[in-house]
């Protein structure tokens, strides 16, 4: 590194945290962070009253010192901050904590190997596989090949009843020893935590240090506020999504990838 060059600081925690970045730079980054209002759209389709709902939603912080971005949209911000001529020092302060060993019991299908495969390549995005693709399996395979203490946040009690019972059968964690956060429960596991959005959202910061593999399952069907609050929460250095719902283009589906990261399909 040059003794009194100026780098552009890209720092990874909970946020993208960019510093030091030039006028163009920090514009182009506020440009592509800031989508249209489809509450304020739809209203003016409607010929309703607009008043207090803001035009544009706008996915970033800004201070004197620079902007504070989404981390599920890293990529993409550091490859426009490089094409704007910055020279990019990148400071990694995700949480990866002591490994701990999972055994899977089980085997995926073809398609399904080739969609972990995808996964595992980034440390971050969103998997897309149908109903009855087998994304539950998928996703503890993951967590498996990944080997950091797990956080598995979903919207019902119904989900997290059948996560618990998929961990004890494909990675023979008994139930005493599986985390458990909702239904009136707050433990937090050794390996594996399951957690339900609503009872997380309330002790975020009591949970954050202890997961280094995030995995959010269909949680996008929770409320907005609520959902990217937790999830943003977190500086796990590996993060997951699950849908089983096919995400269209759109500006809500794209506010959703800046906070979970890109999306991997299992055909």
Known sequence: MNEGYIYMNFELNSKSI???????????????????????LD????????????????????????LICPRGCARKLYNLCSRMGESIQIVDNRRSLEPVDFSFAGSLRELQQQ????????????LEAGTGAGKTVMGLWIIAERGQPALIIVHTKELLTQWIDRIENFLGIPRADIGIIGGGKFSIGNKITVATVQ???KRVDEVVPYVGHLV???THKAPARMFTE?????????????????LETGWIVQGYFLVCGGCYRQD
């Open 115 to 126: 969609a972990v495969n995808d996964v595992l390549s980034r440390e971050q995005g969103l």
């Open 230 to 246: 937790a999830v943003s929460a977190f500086d796990a250095k590996y993060s997951l999504g699950l849908t089983a719902t096919p």
């Open 43 to 66: 209203a003016v389709k409607q010929g309703r009253y607009t008043m207090g709902i803001d035009p544009e939603l706008k996915f970033y912080e800004e201070d004197t010192e620079g």
């Open 216 to 218: 959010v399952d269909e």
């Open 199 to 201: 009872s997380l959202y």
């Open 18 to 40: 960019l510093t030091n970045l030039g006028a163009a730079t920090r514009q182009a980054v506020k440009q592509y962070l800031t989508m249209p209002n489809p509450k304020y």
